[in-house]
């Protein structure tokens, strides 16, 4: 089945809501208008239960089919959060809060899944309960992970879930997947190089310990960790972004410089060798010119695998609406904290064509409206066809 007509006949709802989000975007877990937003459009909707404050500002919404034979218990999840960007968009909507913008599309996959909810409420036509989850804090703050902490899951008895993300660059309401790991893993790391009484002047180096030249080493050795310690056949990336040290004077050698990055790999195993030898390389290398390092090791978000038969279902329903998946889509290095959830649950997460825009995360990026329909369409497709009624 192509696009729902219903849902071609909200377009220009559907597309209203998703313009105001935009104009008012909110960061983190400080969504307490979108939140409030969100929850008069599902009042207004008509479903079943409304719930607030799951994962501190997310929501969580009910609708219950005709019938209820199956047991089956569908969550769906759009997130709500917006970047703290400057945006250059041009767009005749812009955002009316300085220095925040929607420049990842969450505001579209939010409307998008009100939509699907104004479809599914209407006509119900599925035997068993959708789950509407509308999440906080996606861009780094874990709240799919809040949410689930929360016992969302458990709580609504969540049996298999569902996500899906804009994709730049890709043609408009297309869509892509791919078992097993779709996105990246995401830590970060901090290393303090320091010494003791040994900072001194740039005149004698001999009578001090250089933390910049360490710390240089320390960066150069690192990349020994993908190029001579990863499977070439494996994705890892590291990326030392920060050197800074306590000294603001050309002729002074610092008594401390400290580095900041990040590791990203689709693997797990990767994910644990890749902190064990950051670790070894700084404290040794420290070591070696009589300094010492410190290691602080943030974990972020899981890697985002795929279930296997969810992902082939998750296929069959957007090639219902949109003909043509790609279903080995090449995986991106990204983190998404919907993996939170598919540790979880059963499910997949999927990826649905944005058109010609910039790539998220840029002050020029546009979400594109005639995406909705496509979008709003799969969620449906999910639910009437896994929840048929008899």
Not at 79 to 89: F, G, K, N, R
Not at 264 to 288: S, Y
Request: proline share 5%.
């Amino acid at each position: 089945m192509p696009i729902r007509n219903r849902l071609a006949e909200l377009h220009p709802e559907i597309t209203a809501w998703r313009r105001h989000l935009h104009q008012n975007p909110e960061l983190m877990y400080e969504l307490h208008e979108t939140a409030s937003f969100v929850i008069d459009r599902l009042k207004e909707i008509g479903v079943d239960e409304i719930t607030p404050g799951i994962g501190k500002t997310g929501v969580v919404a009910v609708i219950k089919g005709k019938t209820d034979t199956s047991g089956r218990v569908i969550g769906l999840r759009a997130d709500m959060d917006a970047l703290p960007i400057h945006e250059a968009s041009g767009v005749d909507y812009p955002s009316k809060t300085p220095g925040v913008m929607h420049a990842c599309g969450h505001d579209g996959h939010t409307s998008m899944l009100l939509g699907a909810a104004k479809y599914l409420a209407e006509t119900r036509n599925f035997d068993g309960t959708a789950v509407l989850i509308f999440q906080p804090a996606e861009e780094g703050g874990a709240g799919g992970k809040a949410m689930c902490d929360d016992g969302m899951m458990d709580r609504w008895g969540i049996q298999e879930v569902y996500g899906l993300h804009n994709m730049p660059g890709f043609p408009t309401g297309k869509f892509a997947i791919r078992p097993g790991a779709l996105m990246a893993s995401s830590d970060e790391f901090e290393i303090t190089v320091t010494v003791t009484g040994k900072g001194g002047h740039a005149a004698a180096p001999h009578e001090a310990i250089d933390t910049m030249l360490v710390a240089a080493q320390i960066v150069v050795s690192l990349q020994s960790v993908v190029s001579r310690k990863v499977d070439p056949i494996k994705r890892v990336v590291l990326t030392v972004g920060t050197f800074n040290t306590d000294s603001s004077a050309s002729n002074v050698i610092a008594h401390k410089a400290v580095l900041e990055g990040t590791v990203r790999t689709l693997d797990a195993e990767c994910r644990a060798m890749a902190e064990a030898r950051v670790r070894a390389i700084a404290e040794h290398t420290a070591a070696a010119y009589g300094a010492t390092a410190e290691i602080v090791w943030t974990p972020g978000y899981p890697v985002t695998v795929n279930h296997e038969d969810h992902t082939v279902f998750a296929a069959e329903a957007a090639r219902a609406v949109a003909g043509d998946v790609i279903e080995d889509v090449d995986p991106i290095l990204p983190s998404e904290d919907f993996s939170y959830m598919l540790e979880e649950r059963p499910g997949a997460f999927i990826f649905m064509g944005n058109g010609d825009t910039a790539m998220c995360h840029h002050p020029a990026y546009v979400f594109d409206d005639e995406a909705i329909p496509a979008g709003s369409s799969w969620f449906v497709e999910l639910v009437e066809r896994r929840m048929k009624v008899a």
